[in-house]
């Protein structure tokens, strides 16, 4: 696992607060600029902190990317968790629609969001918050499996991980290649999505 290249998040209020400026800065930066011309010194520059205030809450500029991803995968996740809570993975192919448009959707409202799905992938620093929530989420859907036939094989453990990752290739799909329609998208990956979906239940 990555060390986590974040400084110990501040308790005192207004310290919050900084830290939640210069976070928001880079976060506007990164839409406007990407992630190449991102610099500690804009990022400064756009919160109204000093770069030596900076320093106290952030190693560097790929710190608070860091902290960014974490957020959108997050915010992501949180869409996927009320499908673990059905019956016997009771999950249609429409539910796997919604969801993909959904997280699109998040991705698109989160300030810098598709910049911030592109570093996740691109930068070597920050692949470990992407990888370590593909894990995490392909853990619980094994679990739910678990809880039904009180095991994960191999294969399912396997289902479940490609699941995730098939999943969220798609959103990246939809960043990547602006021009696609996100229904046609979103319906045929969740056709292929659904294939898994089928695979995991047969096993719970």
């Known amino acids: 696992m990555a060390a986590r290249r974040r400084a110990?998040?501040?308790?005192?209020?207004?310290?919050?607060?900084?830290?939640?400026?210069?976070?928001?800065a880079a976060a506007d930066l990164l839409g406007e600029i990407g992630i190449e011309r991102l610099s500690t010194n804009l990022i400064c520059a756009r919160a109204g902190v000093t770069p030596p205030a900076f320093y106290r809450y952030f190693k560097d500029k790929y710190a608070i990317l860091e902290e960014l991803g974490e957020r959108l995968m997050e915010a992501q996740n949180q869409a996927i968790l009320p499908l673990l809570d059905r019956d016997d993975l009771d999950v249609t192919e429409d539910d796997l629609r919604a969801l993909i448009l959904a997280s699109i959707e998040i991705t698109d409202a989160f300030p810098g969001g598709a910049w911030v799905l592109r570093a996740l992938r691109a930068?070597?620093?920050?692949?470990?918050?992407?990888?370590?929530?593909?894990?995490?989420?392909?853990?619980?859907?094994?679990?739910?499996?678990?809880?039904?036939?009180?095991r994960v094989s191999a294969q399912a453990a396997l289902q479940a991980r490609l699941l995730i990752d098939m999943g969220y290739a798609a959103i990246e799909l939809a960043f990547d290649e602006p021009g696609l329609k996100r229904g046609a998208l979103a319906k045929t990956s969740a056709q292929a999505l659904a294939t898994l979906v089928e695979a995991l239940r047969a096993q719970s």
């Open 123 to 150: 930068v070597p620093a920050l692949q470990h918050v992407r990888i370590e929530s593909h894990r995490r989420m392909s853990a619980l859907i094994a679990k739910a499996v678990a809880q039904r036939n009180g």
């Open 8 to 24: 110990i998040e501040p308790v005192q209020a207004r310290a919050q607060a900084t830290r939640e400026q210069l976070i928001a």
